[in-house]
């Protein structure tokens, strides 16, 4: 069986769940992506394609007369590489809903058609736009659908049209998800959960192989960490000012900041302007490897301190407890409070300062126990990758 992905990049995490599948020998996948920067890929998303163990077909990214990126060939390509599944995403997949010629030939040589969707940026079908905003976090708000009520219903009209005529599956990566997609007519038993992980294998032996390199290595138990690109989202200056009202209650309080980002100058701006030099670090793109595992392992807690998701199940293989707020819907199936870490209110100051403080006096150690026992008993490469392949197989 062959499965083909329909991509705006190459993010260097899901290259490693796309090897797994591969590597079935029930499963051949190939992906089209974008010959050059995708359209749709977000700013600093580390992509790469070292490593790959898959097909890629590079295809030309072009605006459609609907306004959304697509790809030229792409009708072409299919015929070359005769998939039995094809997965689309937002915002490739509505060309199966405005170029009904191209769906209708997919449908007449038995191609089966997945949505891949992401489900906090989804509405319920009968959700007002009020409800809808008054869920969502406010980097979500910057979307054109929250424009107006007009534009917010036409999205879920489109979304009704493929859940309910195209898609003969969906996938989705909470189990929220499931509600929310079903909402638009596909049956549930047609959505599966797959989670998201990242190469969690590898995560497991970079981390014995840093440990065995540097036995000595201890961690700071007022060390904070947090990785991920510096964007708006991530709410990283919200992190430093915690860091700014706690450094004089615990005078080695030290926050590691990984990744770059269009934030990234602004952000040392306004450490400098708090004097905070000694108290946070800005250690670069440093994403996977023994370099990023080495900073974990001298750290004693991860916040994510806004929108964000695999960043967490990094930590938690590092055995370290959370703290979170709303990140992208999978925190839900990570991180339990009090069990292996802390929640606090989205974008409050006050909320997060409370959870630092909870943290540093709760115990630590058995809290990122527990974060390592979910991902080697729950959420990893392997059970995601099983998800994936149980989806696609069932067409069998």
């Known amino acids: 069986m062959k499965v083909l992905f329909v991509f705006g990049g190459l993010p260097h995490y899901f290259n490693k769940v796309l090897n797994k599948i591969n590597a079935n020998p029930n499963i051949e996948v190939c992906v089209i992506?974008?010959?050059?920067?995708?359209?749709?890929?977000?700013?600093?998303?580390h992509?790469?394609?070292?490593?790959?163990?898959?097909?890629?077909?590079?295809?030309?990214?072009?605006?459609?007369?609907?306004?959304?990126?697509?790809?030229?060939?792409?009708?072409?390509?299919?015929?070359?590489?005769?998939?039995?599944?094809?997965?689309?995403?937002?915002?490739?997949?509505?060309?199966?809903?405005?170029?009904?010629?191209?769906?209708i030939k997919l449908k007449s040589s038995g191609v089966k058609l997945y949505g891949r969707e992401i489900p906090f940026t989804v509405p319920y079908f009968n959700e007002s736009l009020k409800d809808f905003s008054d869920r969502c976090v406010d980097s979500q708000k910057t979307e054109k659908m929250f424009s107006n009520?007009?534009?917010?219903?036409?999205?879920?009209?489109?979304?009704?049209?493929?859940?309910?005529?195209?898609?003969?599956?969906?996938?989705?990566?909470?189990?929220?998800?499931?509600?929310?997609?079903?909402?638009?007519?596909?049956?549930?038993s047609k959505i599966t959960v797959t989670y998201n992980s990242p190469d969690t294998e590898n995560?497991?032996?970079?981390?014995?192989?840093?440990?065995?390199?540097?036995?000595?290595?201890?961690?700071?138990?007022?060390?904070l960490i947090h990785v991920g690109r510096l964007v708006k989202w991530k709410n990283v200056d919200l992190l430093i000012r915690a860091i700014y009202v706690l450094k004089d209650k615990y005078p080695d309080l030290e926050l590691a900041i990984l990744g770059n980002g269009e934030e990234e100058a602004s952000?040392?701006?306004?450490?400098?302007?708090?004097?905070?030099?000694?108290?946070?670090?800005?250690?670069?793109?440093?994403?996977?490897?023994?370099?990023?595992?080495v900073e974990f392992l001298k750290s004693s807690v991860y916040v994510l301190a806004g929108m964000g998701g695999l960043s967490i199940n990094e930590a938690m293989a590092h055995s370290l407890p959370i703290i979170c707020s709303v990140a992208d819907g999978t925190e839900k199936h990570l991180v339990f409070e009090g069990e292996n870490g802390f929640y606090f209110k989205d974008a409050d100051l006050e909320s997060l300062c409370l959870a630092i403080?909870?943290?540093?006096?709760?115990?630590?150690?058995?809290?990122?126990?527990?974060?390592?026992?979910?991902?080697?008993?729950?959420?990893?490469?392997?059970?995601?990758?099983?998800?994936f392949l149980d989806a696609f197989l069932i067409q069998k």
């Open 267 to 293: 952000l040392k701006k306004l450490s400098a302007d708090m004097q905070l030099d000694d108290h946070v670090k800005f250690l670069g793109a440093i994403y996977e490897g023994e370099a990023q595992s």
């Open 203 to 223: 995560l497991a032996r970079s981390i014995e192989l840093v440990k065995s390199k540097y036995p000595d290595l201890k961690s700071n138990p007022h060390r």
């Open 33 to 45: 992506a974008p010959s050059s920067k995708g359209a749709t890929i977000g700013s600093g998303v």
């Open 47 to 103: 992509q790469t394609d070292e490593g790959i163990e898959f097909k890629v077909l590079r295809l030309e990214e072009y605006k459609t007369w609907y306004g959304k990126p697509f790809f030229k060939g792409f009708h072409q390509a299919v015929i070359n590489e005769k998939p039995d599944i094809i997965v689309t995403g937002w915002p490739y997949f509505i060309a199966f809903v405005f170029m009904p010629l191209l769906t």
């Open 149 to 188: 009520v007009w534009l917010f219903r036409f999205h879920k009209y489109l979304r009704k049209c493929l859940y309910t005529f195209v898609f003969d599956y969906a996938l989705t990566y909470t189990e929220k998800g499931i509600d929310i997609l079903s909402s638009y007519g596909l049956s549930k």
């Open 357 to 387: 403080e909870k943290m540093f006096n709760a115990d630590r150690e058995k809290l990122g126990q527990k974060s390592l026992s979910i991902i080697e008993n729950s959420i990893n490469i392997e059970n995601v990758s099983k998800r």
